[in-house]
């Protein structure tokens, strides 16, 4: 296992897939290294390539409304993707390209030790809870991975387009905060 400055210095030079060919930036991940609770997405999207950090569009803006709206800061969570490189035209990375960058996301996983992980959209939670998940079914569930609580909510793009499914993911966002207070030691919510 690499430590944090040699794993994103290995993950900037990453060749592994062709999706290197088309980045601006390598979007390694963004927050405190001792956060107890992880964000996982899909892989950065054009906003994302060109300023090099997770979530910084409008789906960014308002994953951070959601987050507050629970009492949360991007400095007391991580944030990452399942890849780093931006997929042409915002497309979901190919089951290669996940797998190809897999092992820089485990290896964060590892570093962090997570007590819970959250999974924003379809993409990373079929990969992380299991391949027959479906987000309109499925989100809000909580699954126990090795120890680690996981859920899954809709990607803030998802909800950009239909602001429909708000209501829901508030209700699953008071079920994070509920899960935070529960088990994480030094997770800061704002009441």
């Not at 290995?10 to 592994?16: H, I, L, P, Y």
């Not at 991007?74 to 797998?99: F, G, L, S, T």
């Not at 909510?153 to 387009?161: E, Q, T, V």
Request: hydrophobic share 40%; aromatic share 6%.
């Amino acid at each position: 296992m690499l430590d944090w400055e040699a794993l994103e210095a290995a993950c900037r030079g990453c060749k592994n897939c062709s999706l290197w060919e088309g980045r601006t930036n390598v979007v390694f991940g963004v927050g405190s290294h001792r956060a107890e609770v992880l964000f996982i997405g899909e892989g950065p999207g054009e906003n994302e390539d060109l300023q090099g950090e997770p979530f910084v569009g409008r789906g960014g803006k308002l994953l951070d409304d959601m987050m507050g709206s629970i009492g949360l800061r991007r400095a007391d969570v991580y944030i990452a993707n399942m890849v780093k490189c931006r997929p042409p035209q915002n497309r979901d990375p190919m089951n290669a390209e996940v797998d190809a960058c897999l092992g820089y996301l485990r290896n964060q996983v590892a570093l962090l030790r997570p007590k819970i992980i959250v999974c924003l959209g379809r993409v990373a939670a079929a990969r992380v809870i299991g391949g027959d998940f479906k987000i309109s079914r499925d989100h809000g569930k909580w699954y126990d991975r090795g120890g680690t609580r996981v859920m899954a909510l809709f990607h803030p793009a998802a909800l950009l387009r239909d602001p429909r499914r708000r209501p829901e993911t508030f209700e699953d966002l008071k079920a994070l905060q509920a899960a935070i207070r529960e088990v994480c030691d030094h997770t800061p919510l704002a009441d």
